[in-house]
């Protein structure tokens, strides 16, 4: 869609029923559910400015049952992005089905930004922030690694303008969780 100056995509990754395993399994239509599961739709969204290329959260990647960030990247390409396209990620929280995708292996134990030119941004108090425990915390931990080593992990002390992007902290679901506000003139999409 078209707000403003801005241009906004939805990436779907599909349905994926959800368990108290937290194991995310791809729902394919009229296959009945796990028992036990509900059904959860995971978005990245992509967002064109007249200055950069934006993508807000990334994802399940490699966090989803049998599948990596091929997803994320075809939903990219369908819009003619390319991963070196990509000017900043913006994370809401690090939990594995919002930031998962941020990162692809390469090898046994080894991971690489997925996105090698982007400057990937989060709320620094999120880096320690309670509400991770198993799968959740082992994947923030694997991010901000890889993030961090390769140079390309930005984080913001709470509320923050960065011009056509503010952050506002709203915590709740996890301690520094925040959401991103995008201006376009007097128009703002959150």
């Known amino acids: 869609m078209t707000y ?3 241009e906004i995509a939805a990436l779907p990754e599909g349905r994926f029923t959800v368990g108290l395993d937290k194991r995310f399994v791809p729902h394919a239509e009229g ?3 796990r028992p036990g599961t509900l059904f959860i739709s995971v978005t990245p969204f992509l967002v064109r400015t007249p200055e950069a290329t934006l993508l807000i959260d990334t994802g399940l990647g490699s ?9 994320l990247l075809e939903g990219l390409a369908a819009q003619g992005v390319t991963p070196e396209a990509v000017d900043r990620v913006l994370l809401s929280h690090l939990h594995f089905d919002h930031a998962g995708g ?9 991971w690489r930004p997925t996105f090698p030119d982007a400057d990937y ?6 880096t ?8 959740s915390e082992r994947a923030r931990d694997l991010v901000l690694e890889t993030l961090d080593r390769e ?11 960065l011009g056509r992007v ?13 959401i991103v506000r995008l201006h376009s003139g007097d128009l703002q999409a959150v």
């Open 63 to 71: 966090w989803a049952e049998g599948r990596g960030t091929e997803f």
């Open 128 to 135: 320690t922030a309670a509400g991770y425990h198993g799968e």
């Open 4 to 6: 403003g100056d801005l």
């Open 121 to 126: 941004v989060v709320q620094g108090p999120e």
């Open 31 to 33: 296959d009945p559910p």
């Open 151 to 161: 140079g390309q992990l930005v984080t913001v002390e709470g509320d923050a303008d």
């Open 166 to 178: 503010s952050f506002e902290v709203t915590g709740g679901h996890t301690g520094a969780h925040q």
């Open 102 to 110: 941020a990162i692809s292996p390469v090898g046994p134990g080894a």
